[in-house]
């Protein structure tokens, strides 16, 4: 059965500093990957996914992943954080049909 | 752009109130999904939906129960609420296979006293 791990529940960043939220899947197929986004008193928005085509995916706002199949990982990076990225971030995995499976979610929060 | 509607986005109901959750989304997408989002637990799925009528458990459908009658619109319903059930409620909708895009709409926030 597919699953996902997301290592911090909280993490907190200054302004200005990287970004680095941590994922880990289990699959027993090649996976299709994403990384979904919710603001406050929002639903979700898609950020970016991978669908085995690079390794390296670009998404919204300055956001990119990297799949490595060796280390069973998607983890989601900015070079620079911005006070706008404060958000509650998810991973989640599926395995080609349409049901996904999401991680615990991981709040990142950004200092001035 | 996709739009999927929650009709509520708060709801304050007593324990043992039936509760009607409804969701709308207006670009006839085939699937649609529903979620409990919990601090610390994520997104799980409660039930979801292929097609008109058709209806599948997720992980977590104790309690639920869901209606689908038109393809844009898809009902969660909690017989008898119970305490245990305050959550915020996810809709979503997908046009077709697993590398798609899950459109949201933006919850619904159920406290059951």
């Known amino acids: 059965a597919q699953s996902v791990t997301q290592l911090g529940s909280h993490v907190s960043v200054s302004e200005g500093a990287l970004v680095l939220l941590r994922c880990n899947y289990s699959s027993s197929v090649p996976p299709y990957l994403f990384w979904y986004v919710q603001y406050p008193n929002q639903g979700l928005q898609l950020l970016l996914k991978?669908?085995?085509?690079?390794?390296l995916v670009k998404g919204i706002n300055g956001f990119e992943a990297e799949f490595k199949k060796s280390e069973t990982s998607f983890h989601l990076t900015k070079p620079s954080a911005h006070m706008s990225d404060a958000a509650e971030y998810f991973c989640a995995v599926s395995e080609g049909a349409q049901k996904l499976v999401f991680g615990q979610g991981t709040r990142l929060t950004i200092n001035p | 752009d996709v739009k999927v509607t929650q009709s509520s986005r708060y709801l304050v109901k007593r324990t043992g109130e039936k509760v009607f959750l409804e969701c709308v989304q207006d670009m006839d997408h085939e699937n649609m999904f529903w979620y409990r989002q919990d601090p610390g637990l994520g997104l799980r799925l409660i039930y979801f939906?292929?097609?008109?009528?058709?209806?599948e458990k997720g992980d977590i459908p104790e309690g639920y129960s869901v209606s689908r009658e038109k393809k844009e619109r898809f009902s969660l319903i909690l017989e008898s609420a119970s305490t245990n059930q305050t959550s915020m409620y996810l809709c979503a909708s997908i046009v077709g296979g697993g590398a798609g895009e899950l459109f949201f709409g933006e919850g619904s926030r159920l406290t059951v006293l």
């Open positions: 939906s292929y097609d008109v009528k058709m209806k």
């Open positions: 991978y669908t085995s085509a690079a390794t």
